[in-house]
């Protein structure tokens, strides 16, 4: 399974966002409108993965959406930005999604998605949620599934002006929660979805790793901090109170 992107709730409107992360020197894009959830996006794209800093647009329309991912941004923005929750991508969603629930584990069932992009071109996905309360504990990752092949998607993403050459140099290497129980996480997460353990603290994907750390003194079970791999830049950036973490290769 691949890490596909992770989502931050953040209070800036996208175009703010994109001014900001480009003044860092990253090539970053607004993403578009999601029309049924009032909600909008900007994105940092990597070679395998991206970032996605949502915000909302329309909160009258995000409180009746009635979707997981709408509920969780609009639950943690009451205190304020920062690291939502992980998307992971998948080629095979509905026999994921039958997997899961021979498990016992309730699902949303497959949503079907979409985005209006600023170019007026729509783009559709599918969608998978684990059942759970939306709260302070550790989200469950959600899935997706995208309508072209990863080849094509990048594509088109390099054709609209999305991707430039700069952001196939980057790569999303970690990601880092602080939760009250890692190992009781790790397990079920394992449990799940067949995540390989790496060690007491991480879980592999094919293109990421997920360290678990324990909470200290910190009100949510959250992702904390990403790593990313192939800037030129060395260092730490906080931003809408999350933490990126820039390595040098």
């Not at 899961?100 to 069932?109: A, D, Q, V, Y």
């Not at 996905?125 to 709260?135: C, G, H, I, P, S």
């Not at 397990?187 to 353990?197: H, S, V």
Request: net charge negative.
């Amino acid at each position: 399974m691949f890490l596909d992107h992770i989502v931050h709730h953040v209070t800036t409107k996208p175009k703010e966002a994109v001014q900001q992360w480009s003044e860092k020197g990253f090539h970053a894009v607004i993403g578009g409108q999601h029309i049924h959830w009032g909600t909008y996006n900007a994105l940092l794209y990597t070679k395998t993965s991206y970032i996605e800093w949502l915000a909302l647009e329309h909160e009258d329309v995000a409180t009746n959406a009635n979707h997981p991912l709408v509920n969780l941004l609009l639950h943690d923005l009451k205190t304020g930005p920062g690291f939502g929750t992980v998307c992971i991508r998948t080629n095979t969603m509905d026999e994921l999604c039958e997997q899961l629930e021979r498990k016992g584990i309730e699902t949303s069932g497959v949503l079907h998605a979409e985005r209006k992009t600023t170019s007026g071109l729509v783009r559709k996905w599918k969608m998978l949620f684990v059942k759970e309360q939306v709260d302070d504990a550790l989200p469950t990752p959600f899935f997706i599934e995208w309508e072209e092949s990863d080849e094509e998607r990048y594509r088109l993403l390099e054709k609209d002006g999305t991707i430039n050459s700069s952001n196939l140099e980057l790569s999303i290497a970690a990601c880092e929660f602080h939760v009250d129980n890692p190992r009781e996480v790790m397990d079920r997460w394992k449990n799940y979805f067949g995540f390989e353990e790496q060690d007491e603290q991480t879980l592999l994907l094919s293109n990421a790793r997920f360290i678990f750390k324990k909470q200290i003194n910190e009100k949510k079970e959250r992702l904390v901090t990403i790593y990313v791999n192939g800037s030129e830049k060395n260092g730490d950036i906080h931003y809408e109170n999350a933490t990126y973490r820039f390595l040098a290769e």
